[in-house]
């Protein structure tokens, strides 16, 4: 038969056998290699220092083989694996704590709970070994392991009916019965007979809950403007201007005005995502969702837009605020340029501000990586991103608000690839403070955490680079004003190169489908999403997705998304500031010895010779492209 593509659910299989059967084994090992690096200064720690998310399910954005039933089917399925990755757990402590009360005592309260859930749970009870009569931990182990059972059972029928519940409500109700288990044996000569054990599932309760990793969700802003052009009953909705939408939107968002066309088909499967994620919270609670991002946001306006179609579909709490981490995604150079403005009118709005009071006064900002690099070349990329941190820092120390960067990074140096505790180690001061988010893309997933000992040291690089950054960033340099001067006018010079040719040379798209294989990368089947934001015509850079656009150049040895500009830049730099500068910068400046690392290591990939084969390809483009 012919091949297809993978569906959602394929995906959401392929990265579920990472986090179960790599992250939740790892996790704990983790955790107390941490705990013994920090000795006292590790009771300061949360509970959980690493959490996991995935967007797989969630990730709307260009997508529609994505929607509110994925997102109900990703969170199914991820709580059954991590049910039965708790009762194999549960199986192994039964294994282990074999303690009989002729020899030793119990907390009574273990006993309690026994009576309890016999109680609810006669069938089991009933199977419950006589020989173990005098186990209680065992009893009591058997019985938490047919109520997570019941849990699982309890969500596929959705409460259909008013009988008393046999599973666990949510995961502290299961954490607290095995936390009586850990300060049982704690209390009664079992430090070194089981207790260590438990505490490792504790701590896998504590990162992994009942959801195992938070769902984001992503949408891109034009899908929300094309939704609420119809539930306004308005179609020059997306051309308004930010100011007159940010008014129109506070307004809907706050109640104080009804969309007249509520029932528009159009927008049904916008309202019905939040319709399916209130019920979802309500079932999985708050941790179950992680942020929802917003892609292409260049305005106030297009974070706004998420909590007024929220509250059209009823997606709010028990005081009627709407409970959503609306996390703005600014992914070309122009919108990271942008950046410190969209945020500067978010945190000046009276409504938003109180809506992040009631957030914890957390800000979540998304970096692209991955499309402003196809924007405007890899340097303009990287010093844009850059800049934009420094701005967003100081402006919400300002506004004394705690902010996290998400960094959208791919595998390749081009989609912001490369060493993770350099790259931390490299951000500007203060962006880091304790808290990183960032993507871990498809290609690079295996390789980072296919085995489990890699997973380890990939997660105890990161951690120690943030710790690091953290706790000793680097002192003030009082030359990195100058730095950032010449910084600006390399990425300047770059772009203007980048985008002549990109996307201002006639002809170029063409010599790229010929010199490259995208018509084949476009007919494979690698993935649910399709090659191209829009269809039709011959695309070039501006619609093909970041992944196959630099997976075309690629192909072709020539490395080109990478390298292509910042040659050129230097080049301009040298002569300008002379080569000592420039060297100067290589040396001392973590973000500029970073860039070139990371152009060393495609130059060192590139086979210009290859290249040249596929270029002939495009016939006579291949001179005007490729002169000799």
Partial sequence: SAPTSPTVADELEHVSFYLTD?????????????????????????????RFGSWVGGDMDGNPNVGADTMTAALNSQRALLVTAYRRDLAHLSSLLSQSTELVSVDPGINRLIADYSARLPRTAARLKARHGTMPYRQLLA????????????????????????????????????????????????????????????????????????????QDSRAHDDALADLLADPEWPQRPPAERVERLTRLWLGDETAPNLDADAARSVLDVFRARCHLRQRDGERAFGPYIVSMSRSAADALAVLALAKMAGDVDANG????????????????????????????????RAHLRARGEQQIVMLGYSDSAKDAGLLASRWAIQRCQVALVTLAREANIQLTFF?????????????????????????VDGRLRLTEQGEVIHRKYGIRALALRNLEQATSAVIRASLRPRPPEPREARWRELATELALHSRSVYRELVHDREGFVAYFREATPIDVIERLKLGSRPAKRAAGGQAGAQSLRAIPWVFAWSQNRSGFTAWYGVGSALQMAIEREGLDAIK???????????????????????????FEVYSKLAGDSHAAFFPG
Wanted: proline content about 6%.
């Fill in 143 to 218: 019985l938490m392991a047919a109520r997570l059972s019941a849990t699982l059972k309890e969500v596929e029928s959705a409460g259909s009916d008013n009988a008393p519940r046999a599973g666990y409500a949510n995961p502290a109700e299961f954490r607290a019965d095995l936390q009586r288990v850990h300060a049982s044996l704690l209390a009664h000569r079992g430090a070194h007979a089981g207790a260590f054990s438990v505490q490792r599932v504790l701590r896998k309760i504590d990162a992994f809950g009942f959801h195992l990793a938070t769902l984001d969700l992503r």
């Fill in 321 to 352: 605020r709407t409970p959503i981490d609306v996390t703005p995604l600014f992914e070309t150079v122009d919108d990271l340029d942008a950046a410190p403005e969209v945020l500067r009118q978010l945190l000046e709005d009276p409504a938003y």
């Fill in 22 to 50: 790599v992250l939740y084994r790892v996790l704990p090992a983790f955790i107390e290699s941490l705990h013994i690096a920090l000795g006292e200064d590790a009771k300061s720690l949360p509970s959980a220092p690493l």
């Fill in 584 to 610: 100067e910068l290589a040396r001392d400046w973590p973000f500029f010895a970073t860039l070139i690392d990371d152009m060393e290591m495609v130059l060192a990939k590139c086979d210009l010779g290859i």
């Fill in 407 to 431: 960094h959208g990074r791919g595998g390749s140096a081009s989609r912001g690839g490369g060493k993770t505790e350099r790259a931390v180690i490299a951000a500007p001061r203060g962006s």
